[in-house]
């Protein structure tokens, strides 16, 4: 389930492919202090993995992993709170198969 900063976020364009496509988005992505240490844009994009990758958002797809940042803001810092709060614009990697596309595979394991 995403929380209410990531129902807030929203896809601006699909540039459509095959299956897989790149979707843009744009969201808040907060840097906990921990990762100040770190070089900004590679603390955001591993914020952008933990909070993106492996998940559904509805009418975009399955999201796969970052492909690039294309703007970030300066960071802010809310009251209370030692996190920096950068608005970004990324591009995600999505699965998103046509309606009707026959996919093929191999089943490697199986439940009963």
């Not at 596309?101 to 199986?110: D, F, W, Y």
Request: hydrophobic letters at 40%; proline letters at 4%; aromatic letters at 8%.
């Amino acid at each position: 389930m995403l929380n209410a900063t990531s129902r807030a976020a929203h896809a601006r364009g699909v540039l459509w492919s095959t299956m897989f496509v790149l979707a843009d988005i744009e969201d808040t992505i907060s840097v906990h202090p921990s990762a100040f240490g770190q070089p900004s844009l590679t603390s955001i994009s591993d914020q952008i993995n933990i909070k993106y990758a492996n998940k559904i958002l509805p009418d975009v797809g399955l999201c796969v992993s970052l492909f690039d940042i294309l703007s970030c803001s300066e960071g802010k810092v809310r009251f209370g709170d030692g996190c920096l709060y950068h608005h970004v614009t990324f591009r995600l990697v999505v699965f998103r198969p046509f309606t009707q596309e026959v996919l093929t595979g191999k089943i490697k394991s199986s439940d009963e």
